[in-house]
């Protein structure tokens, strides 16, 4: 089935630095979405981007984080400064259209703040 | 509170034995979709079921959207089968996003 990938898979680093993870979504896919599961706990929604631009954030989505797909490329979250409780796995997702459509995820990448 | 409950929490079967599990919904639902958490981590996603019934091997997912509710059932349970089973579901009325339940853990033992 599609496919969506995300780099790098695990991540460590040392709170207070920046960090961006990549998402290489679906081909034709035009809706983007970043989910947070800290070990053990739920999947979270933290936010939907189409067009360009943000849809929805939830309040897990921090000052400190953004999300941008430059020209087609990555779709890529960024936190910075990074904090201890920043620690999770980070899946990326993408669908067709918005409602009434599948979506595909990624691998994850597990972000370790030290 | 949960817009989404997932039942069982956990269930251990043998190998061989069907599974029947439950996600129920508390408000209205656009569609939604049965996932399978690998062990370590990743997703695969089983079904997209927004109504009705669908087949996909050993598995079968049934949503009743006006009693807000979808089953996975899982026929001659493997041992590979053993991980989380998640459902979520794309609300009515707000953006595109998809709301997780807590997800079932199965194990399958030989």
């Known amino acids: 089935g599609p496919k969506v990938l995300q780099i790098p898979s695990h991540q460590i680093i040392d709170m207070g630095q920046m960090v961006t993870l990549n998402c290489d979504p679906v081909?034709?896919?035009?809706?983007f979405y970043w989910y947070k599961q800290i070990l053990g706990q739920q999947m979270e929604f933290l936010v939907n981007f189409y067009n360009g631009k943000v849809m929805e954030k939830s309040k897990l989505f921090k000052d400190q984080f953004s999300v941008e797909r430059p020209d087609g490329s990555y779709f890529t979250l960024k936190i910075q400064p990074t904090a201890l409780e920043d620690s999770a796995v980070y899946f990326c997702?993408?669908?067709?259209?918005?409602?009434?459509?599948?979506?595909?995820f990624g691998a994850g990448t597990r972000l370790s703040v030290l | 509170g949960q817009q989404v409950q997932q039942s069982p929490a956990s269930l251990v079967l043998q190998e061989g034995e069907n599974a029947e599990l439950q996600c129920n919904f508390s408000?209205?639902?656009?569609?939604m979709q049965w996932f399978y958490q690998r062990p370590g981590g990743s997703l695969v996603s089983l079904f997209y079921?927004?109504?009705g019934t669908k087949h996909s091997g050993r598995l079968t997912s049934t949503t009743v959207i006006k009693e807000r509710r979808s089953s996975l059932h899982i026929s001659s349970s493997q041992t590979t089968d053993s991980g989380t089973y998640l459902c979520?579901?794309?609300?009515?009325?707000?953006?595109?996003?998809?709301?997780f339940g807590e997800g079932t853990k199965l194990t399958v033992s030989s």
């Open positions: 079921n927004p109504s």
């Open positions: 979520a579901f794309l609300n009515q009325g707000g953006s595109a996003k998809l709301i």
């Open positions: 408000t209205s639902l656009n569609s």
């Open positions: 997702a993408s669908s067709l259209g918005g409602y009434q459509n599948t979506l595909y």
């Open positions: 081909s034709n896919h035009l809706y």
